[in-house]
Protein backbone atom coordinates (compact mmCIF):
# COMPACT_ATOMS: atom_id res chain seq x y z
CA UNK A 1 0.00 0.00 0.00
CA UNK A 2 1.34 3.38 -1.02
CA UNK A 3 1.98 6.61 0.96
CA UNK A 4 -1.11 8.47 0.23
CA UNK A 5 -3.07 5.45 0.67
CA UNK A 6 -2.35 6.06 4.64
CA UNK A 7 -4.74 9.41 4.13
CA UNK A 8 -1.54 11.56 4.45
CA UNK A 9 -2.42 15.04 4.90
CA UNK A 10 0.85 17.09 5.73
CA UNK A 11 3.35 16.58 3.46
CA UNK A 12 7.06 18.35 4.77
CA UNK A 13 10.10 19.04 3.01
CA UNK A 14 13.42 19.34 3.54
CA UNK A 15 15.07 22.41 1.32
CA UNK A 16 19.29 21.79 0.52
CA UNK A 17 19.95 18.44 -1.61
CA UNK A 18 15.71 17.19 -1.47
CA UNK A 19 14.45 20.39 -2.89
CA UNK A 20 17.11 22.21 -4.48
CA UNK A 21 21.11 22.29 -4.66
CA UNK A 22 22.62 25.72 -4.57
CA UNK A 23 26.28 24.55 -5.26
CA UNK A 24 27.01 25.65 -1.54
CA UNK A 25 25.67 29.25 -1.80
CA UNK A 26 24.63 28.80 1.94
CA UNK A 27 28.63 27.41 3.04
CA UNK A 28 29.92 29.96 1.00
CA UNK A 29 27.92 32.82 2.88
CA UNK A 30 28.18 31.01 6.23
CA UNK A 31 32.20 31.33 5.70
CA UNK A 32 31.86 34.67 4.71
CA UNK A 33 29.81 35.58 7.74
CA UNK A 34 32.25 34.11 10.12
CA UNK A 35 35.26 35.99 8.35
CA UNK A 36 33.97 38.93 7.75
CA UNK A 37 31.80 39.86 11.11
CA UNK A 38 33.82 37.71 13.53
CA UNK A 39 37.42 37.53 11.92
CA UNK A 40 37.23 33.84 11.72
CA UNK A 41 38.29 33.25 8.48
CA UNK A 42 38.75 29.14 8.42
CA UNK A 43 35.45 28.28 10.79
CA UNK A 44 33.45 26.41 8.56
CA UNK A 45 36.40 24.12 6.86
CA UNK A 46 36.06 20.86 9.17
CA UNK A 47 32.43 21.35 9.75
CA UNK A 48 29.78 18.95 8.28
CA UNK A 49 26.39 20.88 7.35
CA UNK A 50 24.63 18.40 6.05
CA UNK A 51 21.04 17.72 8.03
CA UNK A 52 21.90 20.02 10.60
CA UNK A 53 20.52 23.30 11.67
CA UNK A 54 21.51 26.22 10.94
CA UNK A 55 21.66 27.62 14.90
CA UNK A 56 23.77 24.38 15.00
CA UNK A 57 26.54 24.87 13.14
CA UNK A 58 27.05 28.73 14.23
CA UNK A 59 27.11 27.44 17.88
CA UNK A 60 29.14 24.80 17.28
CA UNK A 61 31.41 27.43 15.44
CA UNK A 62 30.80 29.81 18.42
CA UNK A 63 31.92 26.60 20.87
CA UNK A 64 35.04 25.83 19.04
CA UNK A 65 36.11 29.31 18.97
CA UNK A 66 35.74 30.80 23.05
CA UNK A 67 32.87 32.95 21.66
CA UNK A 68 29.60 32.47 23.95
CA UNK A 69 26.73 31.07 21.71
CA UNK A 70 24.22 33.98 23.05
CA UNK A 71 21.10 35.23 21.74
CA UNK A 72 23.21 38.26 20.61
CA UNK A 73 25.75 36.72 18.95
CA UNK A 74 23.36 34.82 16.76
CA UNK A 75 21.31 37.74 15.82
CA UNK A 76 24.68 39.11 14.73
CA UNK A 77 25.71 35.73 12.91
CA UNK A 78 21.76 35.65 11.60
CA UNK A 79 22.17 39.30 9.83
CA UNK A 80 25.80 38.76 8.52
CA UNK A 81 24.65 35.57 6.85
CA UNK A 82 21.40 36.75 5.22
CA UNK A 83 23.16 39.91 3.80
CA UNK A 84 25.64 37.42 2.02
CA UNK A 85 23.49 34.78 1.23
CA UNK A 86 21.50 36.00 -1.90
CA UNK A 87 24.43 36.79 -3.80
CA UNK A 88 26.06 33.39 -3.94
CA UNK A 89 22.57 31.71 -5.36
CA UNK A 90 23.68 30.63 -8.76
CA UNK A 91 22.71 33.43 -11.45
CA UNK A 92 22.65 30.52 -13.70
CA UNK A 93 20.43 27.93 -11.76
CA UNK A 94 16.70 28.30 -10.61
CA UNK A 95 15.67 24.81 -11.44
CA UNK A 96 14.88 22.79 -8.48
CA UNK A 97 15.79 18.82 -8.51
CA UNK A 98 14.16 16.56 -10.91
CA UNK A 99 10.89 15.73 -10.20
CA UNK A 100 10.13 18.39 -7.69
CA UNK A 101 7.53 20.07 -9.71
CA UNK A 102 6.18 17.15 -10.65
CA UNK A 103 5.68 15.64 -7.40
CA UNK A 104 4.26 19.74 -5.97
CA UNK A 105 1.47 19.48 -8.83
CA UNK A 106 0.79 15.73 -8.59
CA UNK A 107 0.04 16.35 -4.76
CA UNK A 108 -1.79 19.79 -5.23
CA UNK A 109 -4.33 18.27 -7.89
CA UNK A 110 -4.91 15.07 -5.96
CA UNK A 111 -8.94 15.05 -5.11
CA UNK A 112 -8.34 15.62 -0.92
CA UNK A 113 -4.23 17.09 -1.21
CA UNK A 114 -2.29 16.85 1.82
CA UNK A 115 -0.78 20.13 2.99
CA UNK A 116 2.54 20.91 1.84
CA UNK A 117 5.10 22.20 4.17
CA UNK A 118 8.79 22.97 5.19
CA UNK A 119 11.02 21.03 7.69
CA UNK A 120 13.93 22.22 7.65
CA UNK A 121 17.71 23.44 9.14
CA UNK A 122 17.87 26.77 7.47
CA UNK A 123 16.63 30.43 9.03
CA UNK A 124 13.44 31.16 8.00
CA UNK A 125 14.60 33.98 6.29
CA UNK A 126 17.59 32.05 4.78
CA UNK A 127 14.95 29.41 3.19
CA UNK A 128 12.69 31.95 1.66
CA UNK A 129 15.63 33.67 0.07
CA UNK A 130 16.58 30.28 -1.60
CA UNK A 131 13.38 28.72 -2.51
CA UNK A 132 12.37 32.33 -3.79
CA UNK A 133 15.40 32.29 -6.14
CA UNK A 134 13.92 28.74 -7.10
CA UNK A 135 10.40 29.85 -7.73
CA UNK A 136 9.32 27.48 -4.89
CA UNK A 137 8.28 29.19 -1.90
CA UNK A 138 4.65 29.88 -2.62
CA UNK A 139 4.13 26.42 -2.49
CA UNK A 140 4.51 25.85 1.05
CA UNK A 141 1.54 26.82 3.29
CA UNK A 142 4.27 26.92 6.43
CA UNK A 143 7.44 25.76 7.97
CA UNK A 144 9.53 25.09 10.61
CA UNK A 145 13.06 26.16 10.73
CA UNK A 146 16.44 26.19 12.04
CA UNK A 147 16.72 28.91 14.10
CA UNK A 148 15.95 28.14 17.68
CA UNK A 149 17.24 24.83 18.22
CA UNK A 150 20.20 22.91 17.36
CA UNK A 151 18.45 19.73 17.50
CA UNK A 152 16.73 18.66 14.33
CA UNK A 153 14.30 16.35 16.15
CA UNK A 154 13.30 19.07 18.08
CA UNK A 155 12.26 21.12 14.79
CA UNK A 156 9.87 17.79 13.75
CA UNK A 157 8.17 18.16 17.21
CA UNK A 158 7.69 22.45 16.67
CA UNK A 159 6.07 21.13 13.33
CA UNK A 160 4.28 18.32 14.45
CA UNK A 161 2.56 20.73 17.39
CA UNK A 162 1.95 23.35 14.75
CA UNK A 163 0.31 21.40 12.61
CA UNK A 164 -2.24 20.12 15.38
CA UNK A 165 -3.53 23.19 15.66
CA UNK A 166 -4.66 23.70 11.95
CA UNK A 167 -5.21 19.85 11.41
CA UNK A 168 -7.97 18.32 13.88
CA UNK A 169 -7.35 14.72 15.41
CA UNK A 170 -3.85 15.02 13.27
CA UNK A 171 -1.55 11.33 13.82
CA UNK A 172 1.80 11.40 13.19
CA UNK A 173 1.43 8.45 10.44
CA UNK A 174 -0.81 11.04 8.39
CA UNK A 175 2.69 12.75 8.11
CA UNK A 176 4.76 12.36 5.12
CA UNK A 177 8.29 14.00 5.62
CA UNK A 178 10.79 14.26 2.43
CA UNK A 179 14.79 14.35 3.31
CA UNK A 180 17.83 13.44 1.89
CA UNK A 181 20.03 13.04 4.93
CA UNK A 182 20.38 10.46 8.02
CA UNK A 183 18.66 13.04 9.95
CA UNK A 184 15.82 13.78 8.15
CA UNK A 185 14.83 9.67 8.62
CA UNK A 186 15.83 10.11 12.35
CA UNK A 187 14.02 13.34 12.89
CA UNK A 188 10.45 11.56 10.73
CA UNK A 189 11.09 8.85 13.52
CA UNK A 190 11.29 10.62 16.49
CA UNK A 191 7.84 11.79 15.78
CA UNK A 192 6.91 8.50 14.41
CA UNK A 193 5.84 10.07 10.89
CA UNK A 194 6.84 8.84 7.91
CA UNK A 195 9.43 9.26 5.80
CA UNK A 196 10.41 9.20 2.39
CA UNK A 197 14.56 9.41 1.64
CA UNK A 198 15.90 10.96 -1.31
CA UNK A 199 19.37 10.27 -2.62
CA UNK A 200 20.06 13.63 -4.33
CA UNK A 201 22.46 14.97 -1.53
CA UNK A 202 25.57 13.67 0.06
CA UNK A 203 24.53 10.27 1.05
CA UNK A 204 23.60 7.40 -1.32
CA UNK A 205 20.61 4.94 -1.41
CA UNK A 206 22.76 2.71 0.59
CA UNK A 207 23.49 4.51 3.08
CA UNK A 208 20.15 6.30 4.16
CA UNK A 209 18.79 2.84 3.58
CA UNK A 210 20.63 1.67 6.73
CA UNK A 211 18.92 4.12 8.56
CA UNK A 212 15.20 2.62 7.96
CA UNK A 213 13.49 5.21 5.76
CA UNK A 214 9.62 4.08 5.46
CA UNK A 215 10.73 4.73 1.45
CA UNK A 216 13.29 5.37 -0.32
CA UNK A 217 14.31 6.20 -3.69
CA UNK A 218 17.07 7.86 -5.98
CA UNK A 219 15.28 11.02 -6.28
CA UNK A 220 12.00 12.61 -6.90
CA UNK A 221 11.96 11.76 -10.55
CA UNK A 222 8.60 9.68 -11.12
CA UNK A 223 7.23 10.25 -7.26
CA UNK A 224 3.79 10.93 -8.64
CA UNK A 225 0.68 9.78 -6.63
CA UNK A 226 0.30 6.33 -8.60
CA UNK A 227 3.94 5.68 -8.15
CA UNK A 228 3.75 5.82 -3.89
CA UNK A 229 0.60 3.86 -4.31
CA UNK A 230 2.59 1.04 -5.64
CA UNK A 231 5.62 1.78 -3.00
Same mark, same amino acid.
Given at each position: ????????????????????????????????????? @??????????????????????? %????????????? @?? =???????? =???????????????? %?????????????????????????????????????????? @????????????????????????? @??????????????????????????? =? %?????????????????????????????????????
Amino acid at each position: MGVFAHMIRLVLFDIDGTLILTGGAGIKAFAEAFTEE @FNLPHATESIEFAGRTDRGLACQ %VFRANQIEPTQAN @FD =RFTEAYTQ =RLAKYLPADNTQPLPG %VIELLDAIETMPAPPVLGLLTGNLPFGAELKLTHYHLWHRFE @FGAFGDTTEDRNVIAQSAFENAQSQ @FSNLSPSEILIIGDTPADIHCAQSINA =R %VLAVATGNFSEAQLAEHQPTFLAPDLTGITLNVLNTL
